[in-house]
């Protein structure tokens, strides 16, 4: 069972750079999130998602972008890479509807991202 | 100040030792999830409680739910080295965007 799979692991990227980060889930979870965990500070939602073509901004959405063509696809861009970005990036799904209030959400392993 | 606050920031046990973990929330509890996170991975789901009064069991992990205390406590009996980790409370909050919000974590070593 393949889950939530985040790619890369690991990237060290320099001050300016762009890269996106890969989310993709095989649950058919309508939500979808990517989250930032800072030592000491748990984490943070950057952005979520309620389904395929709609997106919106969590609590620190400065400096990425998402977007969600597909169900299962939840990429993050990074376009001007700043030190104050490091950090550990999680993409998380789950699945909601009124009928089914309250299911957990399931995390990706994570990428560790280096600013330098 | 956070909406979920956890107690104690970090604890560190003997192996065999019991230890209990708390979640505070500012507002009020409908329902509370508890998530375990080992380093570098990402965060395992443990249980989910949804109403006051309610104590679920995961192998040697208990967690209880106290709406009137808005507060939830996560106890772990004769803890072993496999135990060690971040364990995080979170709740989902609708009409605030929508989402999860956790609380800052627990950081457990268990010494052999």
């Known amino acids: 069972n393949a889950g939530v799979t985040q790619t890369p692991k690991f990237r060290i990227l320099k001050i300016g750079q762009s890269m996106t980060l890969q989310c993709a889930q095989d649950?058919?979870?309508?939500?979808m999130y990517w989250y930032r965990q800072d030592p000491g500070m748990g984490l943070k939602l950057i952005y979520y998602?309620?389904?395929?073509?709609?997106?919106d901004k969590g609590e620190v959405p400065n400096g990425y972008n998402v977007s969600r063509s597909t169900t299962e696809d939840f990429p993050l861009r990074l376009e001007l890479a700043a030190p104050s970005q490091t950090s550990v990036y999680f993409c998380?799904?789950?699945?909601?509807?009124?009928?089914?209030?309250?299911?957990?959400?399931?995390f990706g392993d994570g990428t560790r991202l280096s600013i330098l | 100040s956070q909406e979920l606050e956890q107690s104690p920031q970090s604890l560190i046990v003997q192996e065999g030792k019991n230890l209990t973990i708390n979640c505070t929330s500012s507002k009020t509890l409908y329902g509370l999830y508890w998530y375990k996170q080992k380093y570098g991975e990402g965060l395992i789901f443990l249980m989910m409680l949804q109403k006051g009064g309610e104590e679920k069991s995961h192998e040697k992990i208990t967690a209880k739910l106290d709406e009137k205390k808005q507060q939830s406590s996560l106890h772990i009996t004769a803890s072993q080295p496999s135990h060690a980790g971040i364990y995080l409370c979170g709740v989902f909050r609708l009409g605030y965007g929508q989402n999860f919000v956790f609380g800052p974590g627990t950081r457990l070593s268990v010494l052999p």
């Open positions: 649950m058919n979870h309508n939500y």
């Open positions: 998602s309620v389904g395929a073509g709609i997106t």
């Open positions: 998380a799904s789950s699945y909601w509807d009124s009928g089914a209030p309250n299911q957990p959400q399931h």
